[in-house]
């Protein structure tokens, strides 16, 4: 499967963006998806995880501010990120799986457990 990122962009302090992860191929493969994202200098991390039956799971700095959500006529995940802030500013990629149990286990499971990850979108706020 293939997975394309798209809507990143330089955005200031409180400002939204909404990412889009496009996957083609098998769609099996994008029964669990999720967004991480990696700063400069920084492992990467975690950010929100979505499963078959539209179970999500977010990392504590998601919390009430992104949302994660997929279309799956479109076979398309999406990301709104909303109130964001400078340390938000990272490279934003896309992962596929479909064997890392629920989505909660799977937000516990490092990018490179990831079957299929995307090349990735920037995101950059300014104060």
């Known amino acids: 499967v293939q997975l394309r990122e798209s809507g990143g962009g330089s955005v200031q302090t409180g400002g939204s963006l909404r990412l889009s992860c496009a996957a083609s191929?098998?769609?099996?493969?994008?029964?669990?998806m999720a967004w991480f994202r990696q700063a400069p200098a920084k492992e990467p991390e975690g950010v929100a995880t979505?499963?078959?039956?539209?179970?999500?799971a977010y990392a504590e700095f998601a919390k009430g501010r992104f949302t994660i959500s997929k279309d799956n006529a479109k076979n398309t995940l999406y990301l709104q990120m909303n109130s964001l802030k400078p340390e938000d500013t990272a490279v934003y990629y896309c992962?596929?799986?479909?064997?890392?149990?629920?989505?909660?286990?799977?937000?516990?499971?490092?990018?490179?457990?990831?079957?299929?990850r995307g090349q990735g979108t920037q995101v950059t706020v300014s104060s």
């Open positions: 979505i499963d078959k039956h539209a179970n999500t």
């Open positions: 191929g098998s769609t099996y493969v994008t029964d669990l």
């Open positions: 992962a596929a799986d479909s064997s890392l149990g629920t989505a909660i286990q799977a937000l516990a499971v490092p990018s490179r457990g990831w079957g299929f």
